[in-house]
């Protein structure tokens, strides 16, 4: 898998800038099949930074309720696998 394939986006949230800026930590959605090691390699080779740790979650399917012209629908967003990136202290990424 080619580093640019394990990567798919960063996730910019309220809890993700927090973590950024004070503790160091970054936040992807990444292949469905990427390892800890090919999140590593890959952050560590496209930003130029050391790794200090690679936390990875699934993220569950969500459900929510819309309505609109009178009918309810239920819209279900996809799981998606998500890694939380520790970088040494000193370093950042800028997007």
């Known amino acids: 898998m080619n580093r640019y394939d394990v990567l798919r986006r960063p996730i910019v949230t309220e809890k993700s800038t927090y973590q950024s800026g004070k503790l160091g930590q970054y936040a992807f959605e990444v292949a469905p ?12 080779n496209i930003w130029n930074v050391q790794v200090a740790r ?14 609109r012209y009178g009918r309810r629908t239920v819209v ?3 799981q998606y696998k998500k890694a939380i990136v520790t ?7 800028e997007f």
């Open 54 to 67: 690679v936390n990875v979650l699934v993220a569950p399917r969500k459900r929510a309720k819309r309505g």
């Open 76 to 78: 279900r967003s996809e």
């Open 33 to 44: 099949r990427a390892t800890k090691a090919q999140i590593k390699d890959a952050v560590e």
């Open 87 to 93: 970088l040494a202290p000193g370093q950042t990424i």
